[in-house]
Structures are given as structure tokens and as C-alpha cells.
């Protein structure tokens, strides 16, 4: 048969994709709260996977596909804490094996009667699951600040973005875009002020320090901080997938925004975010305002990965071109890769690899 | 252009799956009833093909494809007994000649603009076609038991399923999923029985017979045979697409489901199901029961015949681990893969192929 | 990964699809009263742009992605006379030169910080784009005939069809499917009537001339000219692709159709048509019946376009068979052809190609 090329190519580029899969990772497959009684589908890496709670309510994660005649496991129950296929019946303890098979004379259990399984963890309200099969891991899953610390208030949200996880990522931890996609939340009123970021790097973190910053005038700083004061402002990488935006304004105000990213297939990225902040308002008055800002601000950023993933498609790859002032999407990319080749560094001190100057 | 990949790979499977395309065979293309005076659209083995009716009444087959301009036949209509094609009025007999080409001073007919036909029979109120084009074939449709014989009623029911013709052939003669799947209408209430399943082959037939069975607890069983009894049952699959359950309850009982495959594509099979029966009670009783939990049934397969088709294409192949109790999947693949070798055996008498014990 | 077959292949055809990509040439992007104060998104040639007007009012196009992170410049709006991207707000001019990068200490141009940009000229109410980027083009946009003439009126009415460039405008100069395709509305009615066709070239024009057809008995032939008359009738193709029918019916009704193709892709098609017309009654009289005939003559083309197309894709490609009545199709593909190759013909007197008698 013919490969019909459907529509015309566009400007040639070079094949770039700023895709990495980092597969031996802790991430989030579902929240505490939404994984019950009822077997829970998810993807990761591309990969189908079903969660469920065996019988002493330990979550599990094998892959969705029964070895049987291969219809997804999700589409079956749990059954005195065993995952029943929906097909044949077939049953299926959380490490995989294969326990009773329904009609057969004999034993249930064999060698190719097992189904994957990914080591699982529930902590700080989330599932977490590793992403190499049938191994387990020599790491723990990432560990959330402040969260239960006195003073501070935590809110939570989960959102699915259209981009790779790197270009999620990215977004979450640029500074730039925000004075013009999300004018007058953050920043983008009255002139801009010359800052200085300085980009340190240590094991499997990348930051930038932000020194010089006033107290935003956008909506957002001024609840938080009316009567203006120094900004502290770090914005931080964690590998696989952690972006972390750290605020201190004036002495009263910590904010602290964690967005975990799981990588639902190479343009799909889910983010688990948590805020955690102390401010000179009490928390219950606060709260409120987050979720409808946080929400517009997403919504806005949700628009732009869009467009990007798509014309990155139809132009069958990327070609960005970067200034001084894209801080983090560099030193993030080369992170992963390294990730990727297995050759993370290990220097625990933190080592300055640049300054630059910006306009906020 | 470069390619690129949209998702995840999941894990590795070899790229295995079980479609044949047998074309030197006849599948039902329609039902007499569905063919009218106006030409009918219908796809085969992936093929699209136009049904009409010629002058005579007698049904006929063409490639649904103009040769002039390449649009559908099927758009066009039938005048005097010859299809007219809807975009410049070219007209084709039965026998894929072309008799008319409005506006040309000429002759018409020419070895260029034939289209391919496709040898048509109607018999036992379906119209039949032979997949391969232009050749008059050694064998004649399959001829349906039963059918008229004093005593029995006939009713019919035409469904798509969303799945290989294999996949689709060996869900109607599973014996183990019906006590899952369809709990409750056949079997799976009270304490399996430990029966025995007899496989035989002959020529292009496999035969599983079940030995040892009581009446099904289920629904079916219940209104058939009130009193119990024992249960003859054999599953036949016949080439290239014929899947036959035959039972025996009693001594006033017999039924007979002959569910006729027509492979739209390799991954939808359309099944062409005539029941005949004679039970106690008279036919014109028995039938309104028959198409509502006939539907039920089928649909319960198709959420997992859905299911597993499309598991199977997001892994690239199958991946199927089977056991003894899989009676008759194995024995119909290998006689399907014969068949596309033209190998198909030539004993006319039964030969035993195995026994199994199975709880049912 | 595996490539795992949908469908089964129809029988085999020679991959062969009659798509040329002509890049250095006029195509209209947009018409004038389309283009205001926001960039408009549009893909000719399957590559997607944006058209905008600088401060003058003057109208530019470039790729519609902006360099810096991918993301189409359409999103955005026009600042200043400049385009300035939704994401980052770095501007344009229509030149393609990066004139900001807000945030930036520094110089905002830059080599790679430019965006392709395509020549530009608006004229006869249209905006035509060059489709060779960065380039000055040596030739000038197709000037339409007779608009703003003393005693012609014109209407203009734009259309997409499913069909490639190619098969879009066969079926605009295609004389023996009116009498099928659209019955009673030119052709189609009484006795055909034998006619001749001379075909003629010169330079990048094709044109056939219809000698002996009476005045059309359908709808639109009696609206113009009640009263008979012998038809002056021409079917023009100029490259790249424009198509138009000029009529001359009887001595006072003058008609010319231009339809001047934008490939949007290689199986799409937009048409902007122009109707120039003088007729026996006053202009506005015949206006307002012009777009129902127009509309549902098109409609009746895109039903068959789209057929058409989906079959070419369905079977990997085309296999056309073509008589002495296809007139013009052969002779529009092989000058396409040629100018694909750069080998337009030179003469500038019209050579006759052939002749060929018909019935209508």
C-alpha cells in the first residue's frame, strides 16, 4: 500500500522533540481521595494501568491488560481484595499473579499467567506509582513541604495540561510570559523593575533565585502583601517532575506552590499542584480566592500548550529559539537528558551556573 | 517528513495478531430484505463493494468504485437493471461492463472501464458474495440446517461487533465467559459441574462436544426445559466464518444458533445470527423472549470485544496466554491459518483431537 | 512498535494521485473585507499562516508560528502596526523582523528571531500571497477581467471544496456532468445535441472552445436569454489555478466565471469565484437569483469531491480512466505538470491541440 501524504509539509525543520521518558520515577497515578472501592484506569508514560486497593486497603498498580484474551482489568472489580477480570473472571493479586481462573481444573496460578506490577505508595494524599514494572525501587517517592506545619494553610488541585512535560514545565516556571498571558494577576502593571536571576544547581534540582523584585502590583501580591516590601522568589526544578515557585513577601507571607507532573503519554501531562502558604490574613480567608485564580491562570496557560503541541505536530517537530531570559527551560532540558542517560550529578552543595539581568 | 510519535510505547509485545483474510469465499453481503430497488453500500474483507438488484431481480456485486472518476457507485442509482453512476451518468450491468457513457460519441464498453464484479448468490434470505473478483467460483454458499423443517421456528438477528472475525467467532463459542459475562442468562448460578468437552475435526470443521452437563440454572435454561434434564451441546465452527451452537435439553428441545461472520474489515466482523428451534412450548410463545435477551448477551460481548480490540491496538499485537479450558479458540485459529495456506484437511470422517474437563 | 494494519488493502492500484505543490506563484490568502484590525490564521499549500495589516494599512503574511517557543502568532493581536505574539508579547513587523522581547535587556532583532515572511499585494478585492518565503517574486497576481467595467455587474462568492487542486478544477471547466450532476439547471433536458470542442494552448492557458450548442434549456440558460440563440461558449484553465467559463449567449448576454483555486492542502480546495455578467435584464435583477443557483450547484460538485476524495485515500490512490469527452482534465494536469517542472510553454499565439465532438 501507498503512504497519501495528506497535506502539503511545511517549512522543513529539524525533527526535534523536547520529549524525554524517564521510566524508573515515582509518580502520581490518582489522588488518595479518588482512588475507593472501584478499580481506577490511568495512563502513564503511555503506559495503561489500573489501581486498586487489595483487601488490607493497600493500593497496587499492575499494568491494564489481562494476559487472558487482553481486555483492560479496569473494565472488571475487586473481590475480597483481588482484581477480577470482567471477561473470563480471571483474579489477580496486587503483585500480579494470577490467583483463580474460573472453570479450569487445576491450578490458577502459572509463570505467564501474571501481569505486571508497579510498586506503590500512598503518602501526603496521593497515589504514587513507579514506573518500571515488576522491580523494587532503591528511592522513595518526593516528599511535600510544610504540609500539617503550624501557621500554614494547603490547598490542592489537579489539572491536565496538553504539552510534553517539559514544556509544562517550563511554562510553570517562566517568568517572563507572565507579565503578558496573564496580565494583572501576577505582573505586566506599571514599569518594569531590572532583577537579577541567579541559576544554581545540585543532585537533581535546578533553581533560580530572583533578587530585586518588588512586590508584584498584579492582583494576586496585592492581597497578599498591601503595604509592598521585598520580594524573596525562588522558582526550583526537581527531577522527574516537580516544579516548586517559592515566595516570601515582606516577613509575614510564605507561599509555597508544588506542581507535580505525571507524564500521561509524551503531550499529555497531568499536574498535581499544592500550595502551601502563611500569610497575614488567615488562611480560610484566602483560600477562597485561590482556586477561581488559579483556575483563570491554568486556563490561560492550558490555551497556549495547546497551540504549541499542536503546531509542533504539524510542523513535525520543534525549533525554538531561546534569549538569556528563558532562565530555567535550558538547564531543566539538559537535567532530564542527563536523567535519561542515567548520569545525574551529585554535587549536594549548590553550584551557581549563571546570573542574568530581567526586566518584571 | 519526520515521524512523530504521539504516544508512549507500552510495553514491548511481539506484533502477533489473529486476522486472516481468506477472499476464495463466500460471505453475506446483505439480507434479501435490505436490498431494494436502490443500490446498497457495503464493505467486505475491507473491500467496498455496491449490491443491486439487475433487471431480472437477481442480485449483483461490482467494486463500489467508478472507473471514470473514482467516486462510489453506490451514490448512483439503478436504471433499467444497470447502475448508473451519480457524477457523469456512466452505466455497469452485473457483470461490471460498462453499457453507457452519456454525451460520448462512441461505443461505450471498453476493457478499461469494467469495474471488478463479484460473483452473488441469494439463498436462505441472504445475498451472498464471493470475494474474489472476477472469477466464477467452484463452491456455493453454505446452506442453512433447519431452515422450514416442520416443527421449527426461525428467527434472525443481524449485529456488528467490534472485533477480528477470529476474536469475534471464538467469544460465540466460549463456554467459560458466559458464567461472567452473561451471569445469570445461561449459566453461573449454584455450584459449577465438572463436565467433559470432545474436540473433533473434519475437513473445515472443528467440533467441541460437552458431555456431562446439566441444564443451565440461567434464564434460557429455565423457560426451555423447566423440568432439568440433560444437555447434549456441541460448538461447531465452520470455514471460513461459521459458528454454530447446537443444544439439546431434553427430549422436546433443540436449538440451533447459526451465527454467519461477513469480516467488514480486520477488525469488525459483522454476524448474521439465525436461530431455529423446537422446544415444549410453541414457537410464536418462545420467540418474543428470544431477541431481548439475544441483545443482552450481544452486548455484553461487544464491551469486550470493543475493549479488547482496542487494547490490542494500543499495544501493537496481542499478547494472549490461554489455558485447556479455551476449548475451541486454538483448533479455529489453526484451521483458519490452513485455510489461507489452502491446506484445509480432507478427512470427511471425525477425528478426535483432545478431551478436556472443565467446570462449567 | 509495529505497524498494525486497519483495514484490509481494496484490490492494488498504482499510487498515483494527481497533486501538484506550486510554490512560486499568487494565491489569494484572503478577500480585503476579511482582513481588519485582527491577524487572520489561514494555510495555503498546506502551510499555515497569518496575514495581518502593518500601521499603513498594508497587508503582510508570515509563517504563523512564532520562533521563540512555537505558538501560532494568530493568537495574538496587532500592536502598533506590529504582530505581537500571545505568549511572550515578542512583535513583528511584516517583514518577519523581531522588533520586541519584552523583558529582554537588549537588543530585541536577531537573526534567528525572524519569521519567514511571503510577498504580498492586494488587489481586485483580494489579498494574494506569494508562496515562496523571503523571496521578491518576479510576477504579479492574475488581474480579473471586466470587474468595474460599464454595463457588467459582478457578484463574488467563496467556497471550500474537498477535493485536491487538481479534481477541484476539472470539475469547474467539466461540461458532460452537468447534464447528470446538476439536471435542469444548465443541461440535462430534450435531446443532446452534437457538438464540437476546440482545444487550445499557449503560455500557461488551456482553454476549449464549444462550437454549435444551442442556448441550455435548464434554468439559467432561460433566465438569460428567452428567446434562443446560438452559444459562444470557452472553458479556460491559467495557471496556476484559476478556471473560468465564458459564455456569450445570443447578442446581449455576456458571462464570465472566474474561480481562482487556493490549495489549502493537498485534498483541499478553497474557490473564490467572481461573476462578471451583462445580460438583457438589469444586473440587479439577475443578482439576487445568482447565489441559490450558485450555492446548490456547489453543493451538488461537493458531495461528489468529497466522495471522490475519501475514495482516492480509501484505495491509496487514484485509477482514473478518461475518454475523448474529458476535455479539458488531461491538459490542465499536463500544463501543472510542466510547471511543476519549470517547463511552462512560451508560445504566445494559441495552438490548437485537438478537436473532439460531444453530445449535450
Given at each position: 500500500?501507498?503512504?497519501?501524504?495528506?497535506?502539503?509539509?511545511?517549512?522543513?525543520?529539524?525533527?526535534?522533540?523536547?520529549?524525554?521518558?524517564?521510566?524508573?520515577?515515582?509518580?502520581i497515578?490518582?489522588?488518595?481521595?479518588?482512588?475507593?472501592?472501584?478499580?481506577?484506569?490511568?495512563?502513564?508514560?503511555?503506559?495503561?494501568?489500573?489501581?486498586?486497593?487489595?483487601?488490607?486497603?493497600?493500593?497496587a498498580?499492575?499494568?491494564?491488560?489481562?494476559?487472558?484474551?487482553?481486555?483492560?482489568?479496569?473494565?472488571?472489580?475487586?473481590?475480597?481484595?483481588?482484581?477480577?477480570?470482567?471477561?473470563?473472571?480471571?483474579?489477580?493479586d496486587?503483585?500480579?499473579?494470577?490467583?483463580?481462573?474460573?472453570?479450569?481444573?487445576?491450578?490458577?496460578e502459572?509463570?505467564?499467567?501474571?501481569?505486571?506490577?508497579?510498586?506503590?505508595?500512598?503518602?501526603?494524599?496521593?497515589v504514587?506509582?513507579?514506573?518500571?514494572?515488576?522491580?523494587?525501587?532503591?528511592?522513595?517517592?518526593?516528599r511535600?513541604?510544610?504540609?500539617?506545619?503550624?501557621?500554614y494553610?494547603?490547598?490542592?488541585?489537579?489539572?491536565?495540561?496538553p504539552?510534553?512535560?517539559?514544556?509544562?514545565?517550563?511554562?510553570?516556571?517562566?517568568v517572563?510570559?507572565?507579565?503578558?498571558?496573564?496580565?494583572?494577576?501576577?505582573?505586566?502593571q506599571?514599569?518594569?523593575?531590572?532583577?537579577e536571576?541567579?541559576?544554581?544547581?545540585?543532585?537533581?534540582?535546578?533553581?533560580?533565585?530572583?533578587v530585586?523584585?518588588?512586590?508584584?502590583e498584579?492582583l494576586?501580591?496585592?492581597?497578599?502583601?498591601?503595604?509592598g516590601?521585598?520580594?524573596?522568589?525562588?522558582?526550583?526544578?526537581?527531577?522527574?517532575?516537580?516544579?516548586?515557585?517559592?515566595?516570601?513577601?515582606?516577613?509575614?507571607?510564605?507561599?509555597?506552590?508544588?506542581?507535580i507532573?505525571?507524564?500521561?503519554?509524551?503531550?499529555?501531562t497531568?499536574?498535581?499542584?499544592?500550595?502551601?502558604?502563611?500569610?497575614?490574613?488567615?488562611?480560610?480567608?484566602?483560600?477562597?480566592?485561590?482556586?477561581?485564580?488559579?483556575?483563570?491562570?491554568?486556563?490561560?496557560?492550558?490555551?497556549?500548550?495547546?497551540?504549541?503541541?499542536?503546531?509542533?505536530?504539524r510542523?513535525?517537530?520543534?525549533?525554538?529559539?531561546?534569549?538569556?531570559?528563558?532562565?530555567?527551560?535550558?538547564?531543566?532540558?539538559?537535567?532530564?537528558?542527563?536523567?535519561?542517560?542515567?548520569?545525574?550529578?551529585?554535587?549536594?552543595e549548590?553550584?551557581?551556573?549563571?546570573?542574568?539581568?530581567?526586566?518584571?
Amino acid at each position: 500500500m501507498t503512504a497519501l501524504v495528506p497535506t502539503l509539509a511545511p517549512p522543513a525543520t529539524k525533527p526535534v522533540t523536547s520529549v524525554v521518558r524517564l521510566a524508573d520515577q515515582w509518580y502520581i497515578a490518582c489522588t488518595s481521595r479518588e482512588l475507593r472501592q472501584a478499580p481506577l484506569k490511568r495512563v502513564v508514560l503511555g503506559v495503561p494501568l489500573v489501581v486498586f486497593r487489595e483487601g488490607d486497603g493497600r493500593a497496587a498498580t499492575l499494568l491494564d491488560r489481562c494476559p487472558h484474551r487482553n481486555v483492560p482489568l479496569s473494565m472488571g472489580k475487586v473481590v475480597q481484595g483481588r482484581l477480577q477480570c470482567g471477561y473470563h473472571g480471571w483474579q489477580f493479586d496486587g503483585a500480579g499473579a494470577c490467583r483463580a481462573v474460573p472453570g479450569l481444573c487445576g491450578v490458577a496460578e502459572g509463570k505467564g499467567r501474571r501481569t505486571p506490577a508497579y510498586a506503590t505508595r500512598e503518602q501526603d494524599g496521593f497515589v504514587w506509582v513507579f514506573m518500571t514494572a515488576d522491580v523494587e525501587p532503591a528511592t522513595e517517592p518526593y516528599r511535600l513541604p510544610r504540609l500539617n506545619e503550624k501557621g500554614y494553610t494547603t490547598a490542592r488541585q489537579t489539572v491536565t495540561a496538553p504539552g510534553s512535560l517539559h514544556a509544562t514545565i517550563e511554562n510553570a516556571l517562566d517568568v517572563p510570559h507572565t507579565a503578558f498571558l496573564h496580565a494583572g494577576l501576577f505582573r505586566g502593571q506599571g514599569e518594569p523593575n531590572e532583577i537579577e536571576a541567579i541559576v544554581r544547581r545540585w543532585e537533581g534540582t535546578v533553581e533560580a533565585q530572583y533578587v530585586g523584585e518588588p512586590r508584584p502590583e498584579g492582583l494576586i501580591g496585592r492581597i497578599l502583601s498591601p503595604s509592598g516590601g521585598i520580594v524573596e522568589h525562588y522558582d526550583r526544578f526537581l527531577l522527574p517532575s516537580i516544579a516548586q515557585v517559592e515566595y516570601r513577601i515582606g516577613t509575614e507571607n510564605h507561599i509555597l506552590v508544588t506542581s507535580i507532573g505525571t507524564p500521561v503519554s509524551d503531550w499529555e501531562t497531568r499536574l498535581y499542584a499544592v500550595i502551601s502558604f502563611r500569610t497575614r490574613f488567615p488562611g480560610w480567608l484566602i483560600k477562597p480566592f485561590l482556586r477561581p485564580i488559579a483556575l483563570r491562570v491554568f486556563h490561560q496557560d492550558t490555551v497556549m500548550l495547546r497551540a504549541q503541541t499542536e503546531l509542533i505536530h504539524r510542523f513535525g517537530g520543534e525549533q525554538f529559539v531561546s534569549t538569556d531570559i528563558d532562565v530555567l527551560g535550558g538547564p531543566i532540558w539538559r537535567l532530564m537528558k542527563q536523567a535519561e542517560r542515567g548520569e545525574v550529578p551529585t554535587n549536594t552543595e549548590p553550584e551557581e551556573v549563571r546570573r542574568v539581568r530581567l526586566r518584571v
